[in-house]
């Protein structure tokens, strides 16, 4: 599943790079993926809102089993 993972954040990355951020992925564990926001990411005010609806979402369209995205 993490390969599974990793291909859907790859898909997602040139979108924050654009912004200057980027995701990188921590673990998975079970049906629970964590990752990591970098550069202009990292302490944005708006990254809460990337990761439920950007990342989370397009992690589980890609990836059906995971359950939850969290920011580690």
Do not use: F
Not at 21 to 50: F, Y
């Amino acid at each position: 599943m993490r390969e599974k993972v990793e291909a859907a954040l790859a898909k997602i990355r040139p979108m924050l790079e654009k912004d200057g951020g980027s995701v990188e992925l921590i673990a998975v564990e079970g049906t629970v993926v964590k990752v990591r926001l970098t550069g202009a990411c990292h302490g944005c005010p708006m990254s809460q809102m990337t990761l439920k609806s950007g990342i989370e979402r397009i992690v589980k369209q890609e990836v059906p089993e995971v359950t939850e995205v969290v920011a580690v």
